[in-house]
């Protein structure tokens, strides 16, 4: 029997970079209504020295766009998530929980901060963003 499952690819409909700081939020409301997904995985890649860097992802609260980080705003994130290891480059986090909201409650949808709370010199690259891969049937 083959497998129904599929994969799907989205990259940052925001994103902002700050040095060790970035903001990111994903737009998944396109994925067919009969569709299911079993599983979000935001894969972030971050530039490290060591292979002890640490980041902390946290849901942001409340609306952002580039614009306003780039004046130094930083959007409300009170609830944290997950601390992740970068093993190879790159730090995955499973993002499934937040699927219902961001899939079909858009307006809720805004994203995730994530920090470097590692002491090493890591930074995160706009030209190297995160991105976001589904798993669905």
């Not at 970035?22 to 079993?38: G, K, L, Q, R």
């Not at 899939?103 to 090493?120: M, P, Q, T, W």
């Amino acid at each position: 029997m083959h497998s129904l499952e599929k994969r799907m690819f989205f990259i940052p409909n925001r994103l902002a970079v700050r040095g060790r700081e970035m903001m990111v939020s994903f737009n998944i409301a396109p994925i067919p209504t009969d569709m299911s997904v079993m599983e979000m995985v935001l894969h972030i890649p971050a530039h490290s020295s060591t292979d002890m860097t640490t980041i902390l992802a946290e849901e942001i609260a409340g609306g952002w766009d580039e614009t306003l980080v780039k004046t130094g705003y930083t959007p409300p994130h009170p609830t944290p998530i997950s601390l992740v290891d970068i093993e190879n480059g790159e730090a995955v986090l499973n993002v499934s929980r937040y699927e219902m909201d961001w899939r079909f409650n858009s307006h809720e949808n805004h994203g995730i901060f994530l920090s470097i709370v590692s002491a090493d010199s890591a930074c995160f690259s706009e030209s190297n963003p995160p991105y976001l891969v589904l798993t669905t049937i």
